[in-house]
């Protein structure tokens, strides 16, 4: 079954109207990509200062590599870490890292609302149409990835890729019963096919809601978790999900460096290899303007 509504159009119908909602500024837009870039660069050197390697990834890197820095409508900072990094990531930050910024994690002493890492701002106010989380901080934000090994036998593989997609999936409908705001349950119900979205999301979160959300993105983030070195690498929590960005080892590691503006940030081995698998062959084409992301906000503060 294939539900046909656009998410994105729902948020942007949500957007307009809500008397609050509104579309950033030029000014507002280019002092929020710099309020990140000088975020990512901060947090970068301190990672490099404790041996750990943050890289980039996703639309940050497509960003890099076909635009020297921000793709330009593009307001956010994806980075990669490798599994035992991040790990470590969590037990430094407090000492590191706490002067400055907040943490939410899965399997830290950081309450999780998400089923990866992302390290908020203190001081910042970033309110955006769709984001009600009321777990979450409303700051600027950058988001990090797990990067983890992949069994090579397709039996395990298939099992954990299967098992960590379902609990995904499952935590995902336990947070929206949870979060999820009236308003946008009314939105999402306008179409049939939202209606039908809707009612599947209540159904499983309301059936699996004996666990917290935060308890389930754990077991997602214990599930993808896999120890023994293999020559397969996977971005679970990523766009594509468990079976979607499985890579040879060696299409990220060991790092490269890429300019991202006046910075050097870490960076897959073989980026084009990467952003081939995540965009398709014409990655470096600009898109139109319709298939371009909008955000709206309600409220900013940087």
């Known amino acids: 079954m294939k539900l046909s509504f656009n998410y994105k159009d729902i948020l942007n119908e949500l957007a307009r109207s809500d008397k609050n909602a509104r579309s950033m500024t030029d000014e507002e837009h280019e002092a929020l ?137 499952i935590a995902s409908c336990v947070m929206d019963e949870k979060t999820m705001s009236e308003k946008k349950r009314a939105y999402l119900s306008k179409s049939k096919d939202g209606k039908l979205f809707i009612r599947i999301r209540r159904i499983i979160g309301t059936v699996f809601a004996f666990r917290s959300p935060e308890k389930w993105f754990d077991r997602v983030d214990k599930t993808i978790f896999y120890r023994k070195k293999s020559a397969l690498v996977t971005s679970a929590t990523g766009r594509k999900h468990y079976f979607g960005e499985i890579y040879p080892t060696k299409t990220f590691f060991p790092l490269t460096e890429i300019s991202f503006r006046e910075h050097s940030f870490f960076a897959p081995a073989d980026h084009r290899k990467y952003l081939e698998g995540l965009y398709g062959s014409d990655y470096m084409k600009v898109p139109d303007v319709q298939h371009r992301e909008s955000h709206f906000i309600t409220e900013i503060k940087l």
Request: hydrophobic residues 35%; aromatic residues 14%.
């Open 33 to 169: 990509k710099d309020c990140l870039y000088n975020m990512s660069v901060d947090i970068e050197k301190r990672c490099r200062k404790n041996g750990i390697r943050l890289f980039l990834v996703g639309g940050s890197l497509l960003g890099a590599v076909r635009h020297g820095g921000f793709i330009p409508w593009d307001d956010d900072m994806d980075f990669g870490m490798k599994r035992s990094d991040y790990e470590k990531m969590k037990k430094i930050f407090d000492k590191e890292f706490s002067d400055m910024y907040e943490l939410r994690c899965p399997n830290s002493p950081h309450p999780n609302a998400n089923r990866f890492m992302q390290i908020f701002k203190k001081g910042t106010v970033l309110r955006t149409i769709g984001e009600d989380n009321p777990l979450q901080p409303s700051s600027v934000y950058i988001d990090v990835f797990p990067y983890d090994y992949v069994p090579e036998g397709r039996y395990l593989r298939k099992f954990r890729g299967l098992k960590a997609n379902a609990e995904m999936f």
